[in-house]
């Protein structure tokens, strides 16, 4: 079974600076990769996702995220952090061969974004 | 305007009073499910429906019922509600539950936060 592993509880980055959020995953074979956004009192809101080919995605919100297959990780990045982002972003994996097999989303990463 | 509805957003009930949230989508998804999420233990899945009067327990069941007579709607029964099912709950949706349903990730709702006193 696949399972994802979100290193890092709590965040937090000023304004204007860069962003890296962790996700590593564990599954036999290529996963689909997902990032997802939780802004204060809102529901989970889809940043990008990994199927194949390229292996940086580009997403909404000026995020994108590299697949390293090497490192079983699919990281989170933006260039230049707006107090806007911050929120609670989850990882998640599907198995490519999962039949029913739902997503499992990983515990989250919170992000305080200061001045 | 393609979505999940829950309803309601907020809830604060007494001890054994029973309780439906209602999670309904237009957008003629095959697969439903709901999650549970508590602080510091991320999101967990209670329960699942691959289509129409299909439904498969998740991670955390016990003290929950679901139903899906029909494809759009999904709602989740507590039976008898105890404090500790107070939590934030979130319905989401797929467009398939078949093989590679994984491919095309959730569409979620708003939330639903329950308080059980």
């Known amino acids: 079974a696949q399972s994802v592993t979100q290193p890092d509880i709590h965040i937090t980055v000023s304004e204007g600076a860069s962003l890296e959020l962790r996700c590593n995953y564990s599954y036999g074979a290529t996963p689909y990769l997902f990032w997802y956004v939780q802004s204060p009192g809102q529901g989970l809101q889809l940043l990008l996702k990994?199927?194949?080919?390229?292996?940086l995605v580009q997403g909404i919100k000026g995020f994108e995220a590299e697949f390293k297959r090497s490192q079983s990780s699919f990281n989170l990045r933006k260039p230049s952090v707006h107090w806007s982002d911050a929120a609670e972003y989850f990882c998640a994996v599907g198995a490519v061969d999962s039949g029913n097999t739902p997503l499992v989303f990983g515990k989250g990463t919170r992000l305080s974004v200061i001045a | 305007e393609a979505q999940v509805t829950q309803n309601p957003r907020y809830l604060i009930t007494v001890t054994g009073k029973k309780l439906t949230v209602t999670c309904s989508q237009n957008?003629?998804?095959?697969?439903m499910s709901w999650y549970r999420q508590d602080p510091g233990l991320g999101l967990r899945q209670i329960y699942y429906?691959?289509?129409?009067?299909?439904?498969d327990k998740g991670d955390v069941p016990e003290g929950y019922k679901v139903s899906r007579k029909e494809k759009r709607n999904f709602p989740l029964i507590l039976e008898s509600p105890s404090p500790n099912q107070t939590s934030l709950y979130f319905c989401a949706s797929s467009l398939s539950g078949g093989g590679g349903m994984a491919q095309w990730g959730y569409t979620f709702g708003s939330g639903t936060r329950l308080t059980v006193v």
């Open positions: 957008m003629n998804h095959e697969y």
């Open positions: 990994y199927f194949s080919g390229d292996t």
């Open positions: 429906s691959m289509n129409v009067e299909v439904t």
